[in-house]
């Protein structure tokens, strides 16, 4: 078997927000199980330079391509590029699709602006729908994909009105398109993280000693949850063994607010 037969029989995710918190470790955990990524971010070249590195020294592949999943305008374009870095790595088409890039909106339902709504609904609802539908010529038959909620679509937690209901119907487009996909084969799930440390919402359950005394009193497993915990989720769903899974969410909390 030639190198380019090689890298062709590998199998590829494209993951959105893949530079840092939960995208990097979930292109990480698909590395670490010789899955190969192209990636996407949206202004911190260096750290997704930093994740292309680390892949490689796990032993596999990624390519970086930046994309604001707000801007809708821009993803036939993206699309193309897309084609042309597959074709790079030896494929013409790529097999998992991880829809975890994201904002956050801490305010409360009376006090939201109708351009912040805008810009939840652009990001979480309308990128997950319209960039999926967008790659769809480019993911194969047979395929997965895992579109990122939240604990926040199932326990109402004030201030993220907003950001929720987005994530609830993140939820049920869900079901929609393993409905939809599944004469394709592909199935979609939704993972729905909760408190994790990372820099999201500028870093609140990660640096706020306060924040994370209430997610452990809330929390079964009594501790704050680790990008990792996530990722390998994300990596595992996607993997052979849970082929049969489809048009569920799976929440990933540690038993929060059970």
């Known amino acids: ?96 699709l991880v829809n975890n890039a994201g904002i956050s909106l801490h305010k409360a339902f009376a006090e939201t602006t109708e351009a912040e709504l805008d810009a939840v609904f652009n990001v979480h609802f309308k990128g997950t729908f319209l960039l999926s539908q967008t790659l769809l010529p480019l993911i194969r038959d047979g395929g997965r994909i895992v579109n990122l909620s939240s604990g926040l679509a199932r326990v109402s937690a004030a201030p993220t009105a907003a950001y929720g209901a987005m994530k609830a119907a993140v939820e049920s487009l869900t079901r929609y398109m393993a409905k939809e996909l599944g004469p394709r084969g592909i199935n979609v799930n939704a993972v729905a993280p909760g408190a994790i440390a990372t820099d999201f919402s500028g870093g609140m359950v990660r640096d706020n000693p306060e924040v994370q005394k209430m997610v452990i009193a809330n929390t079964a497993l009594a501790r704050i949850g680790q990008p990792d915990d996530i990722g390998e989720m994300i990596a595992a769903l996607l993997g052979d063994e849970n082929r049969w899974v489809n048009g569920q969410r799976i929440e990933v909390a540690g038993g929060m607010a059970l």
């Open 1 to 96: 078997m030639t190198s380019k037969d090689n890298n062709s029989a590998r199998r590829i995710a494209v993951v959105t927000g893949g530079s840092r918190g939960l995208g990097r470790a979930t292109v990480l955990a698909l590395a670490r199980r010789g899955v190969d990524s192209v990636f996407t971010y949206q202004s911190r070249r260096a750290d997704a330079e930093a994740v292309v590195a680390a892949v490689a020294d796990l032993g596999s592949r990624a390519m970086a391509l930046p994309l604001d999943v707000g801007v809708a305008s821009s993803f036939g374009a993206f699309a193309t590029e897309l084609a042309s870095t597959l074709s790079s790595l030896g494929a013409d088409r790529f097999d998992y």
